[in-house]
């Protein structure tokens, strides 16, 4: 079983899924370290590979939504 809590401002669509798919990639040793690193740079060109592949939904979970108060001025 694996557990990753992940806490940020916001997210982009499907970005947790596929983070947690290019980590179980890494871990099997499917994806090296210098790939991922390639890709992160700011004017890499896409990989196919981490358009499709993502982490199953099931067993992702939305455990809280926490908002500053200052937002909602009425």
Known sequence: MLQVEVKAKSFLWNQIRILLWTMVQYSRRLLSKDL???LLEP??????????NMAP???LYLADI?????????
């Open 66 to 74: 926490a908002y500053d108060r200052s937002s909602f001025k009425i």
């Open 36 to 38: 991922i690193l390639k």
């Open 57 to 59: 939904a099931g067993g």
């Open 43 to 52: 004017d890499s060109e896409p990989d196919p590979r981490f358009r499709k």
